[in-house]
Every structure is written in C-alpha cells, then in structure tokens.
C-alpha cells in the first residue's frame, strides 16, 4: 500500500488518483462538520462548490449549510459548526453543503479517485481501519486554506499514517513531513493546533472556538462516511 499526500488542492493535478483511495480532510472544519453531523444521525451531505446550487437543493428540500469567510451564507440553515452540524432536528436530512475550502477538495479529489472517504480527527482510526482493511493505494488529500497547506490538516494526515504505516510504504516527503509533525505534537493535537495553526486564529476571531478543541479530537466519531454518486453517507 503505497500513502501520498497532498497538502492542498492546488497541487491536485500533481497526484495520479486513478486506482487509489482518497482520504479528504478538512478537519477545520468542513470534515469535521460532515463526521460529526452524520455520526450524530444526518442521513446524507452533498457536497457543492457554490452558494446558488446550494439554493436549488434548498428548494428541493435540503437543508443547507455552510460559510463564506468563514461566517454562515445568509440564505443557509446552519452554517460551518459541528454543534449545528449535531442538532437532533437534522436526525434523518439531507444536507447540502458548500465551504471555503472543504468542498473544494472534495470535488477536485472525486474527479479521478477511486473512492472518496471523509476523515477528520474525529474518525481517524476508524478510516485508518477501513484503508488497512482495503489494501489499496492511498492519497491523503488536505483541503489547507484557500490554496495554502494548513497545519491542522496535515497533522490529520499524520495520524492517519501513523496508523497504517507498519503496512504501507510512504512515497512522498509531504506524507513523511505530516507524520513527523504528528508525531511531534506527542498526544497534544489540540494544544498545538490551538496555539499555532492560522485557522485556529481566524475561528477564534469568528467566536468558534469551542469548535477548535472539539475538531482536534480524536476518534470521538467511529463512522466511516463515503462519497457515493453525489452523496456522502456511512
Ligand atoms: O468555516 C471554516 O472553518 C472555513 C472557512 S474559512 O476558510 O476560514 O473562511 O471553511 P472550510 O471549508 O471548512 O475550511
């Protein structure tokens, strides 16, 4: 099992994903909203890259969410926190979801993968599990901030490697540069994110920073949710 990452989506076009597994993150906060979310009982997210097909699904009956400059659009329903993302009245909807970066990546990466898996630190053992169990080759892709690499991604990819290196073979410095920043962080993810990651400043400045220490946490979600059709689902 060969593991490459790709530390922003701008760089996509430099990874061959045919054949391969892609693993996207976007662990502030899109992923996180999508692990959360469909752990705590949401039926399915579409994910699109712009507000107005956001709205044609939201007169189809979608709840939508999501964020422009990190605040809700005002036409959503709820906008780009896990908490909104868990709320009992979503049980059983579907949502259609545009962000920043998140869905960005996701829709770059669905263009030539394989299969398209949704992890966060919130389920990353349990994607770690799926990808030891499948076998197959793997891009970890990080959707980063508006085309920059993002420290809390690329920690993301580095728990993940850490999990399914005894197995795998790395075959790019960007995954071998995400696992020794993970495995520097020493158990503190959170504490580093928090102090160190741009993103982190920018949602505390957005009065989201319980968010912070909620999407640094890991495997608080055992769900796996795929890309199927249009649909991510677990
Ligand atoms: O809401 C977020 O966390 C970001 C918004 S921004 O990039 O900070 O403006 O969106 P996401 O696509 O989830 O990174």
């Not at 939201?58 to 659009?73: D, H, I, L, Q, S």
């Not at 709320?87 to 579907?94: F, L, N």
């Not at 996701?106 to 398209?116: C, F, G, L, N, P």
């Not at 197995?167 to 960007?174: M, N, P, V, Y």
């Amino acid at each position: 099992m060969k593991i490459e990452t790709c530390l922003t989506p701008e760089l996509i076009s430099l990874h061959k994903l045919e054949g391969k597994i892609a693993v996207v993150t976007d662990v502030l906060r899109a992923t996180s909203c999508m692990v959360a979310g469909l752990h705590a009982g949401i039926k399915s997210v579409i994910p699109v890259m712009t507000v107005q097909e956001a709205l044609v699904y939201a007169e189809k009956g979608f709840v939508t969410a999501g964020e422009r400059g990190g605040v809700k659009v005002e036409e959503f329903t709820i906008g780009n926190s896990p908490f909104e993302h868990m709320r009992e009245e979503y049980h059983g909807k579907d949502i259609c979801m545009t962000t920043t970066n998140g869905t960005v990546a996701i829709t770059e990466a669905r263009k030539s993968a394989d299969q398209v898996v949704i992890g966060a630190m919130l389920n990353v053992s349990t994607v770690a599990d799926y990808i030891l169990k499948q076998g197959k080759d793997i891009a970890i892709i990080c959707a980063g901030w508006k085309g920059n690499p993002s420290l809390e991604d690329t920690l993301f990819a580095g728990a993940l490697i850490d999990r399914i290196i005894d197995k795998g073979e790395i075959i790019d410095d960007a995954s071998f540069m995400a696992l020794t920043q993970y495995r520097a962080a020493n158990g503190n993810v959170d504490k580093v994110i928090q102090e160190n990651a741009s993103h982190a400043k920018r949602l505390s400045g957005l009065k989201a920073k319980s968010d912070l220490a909620y999407c640094a946490t890991e495997d608080s979600c055992n769900v796996l949710p795929i890309l199927k059709g249009d649909a991510i689902s677990i």
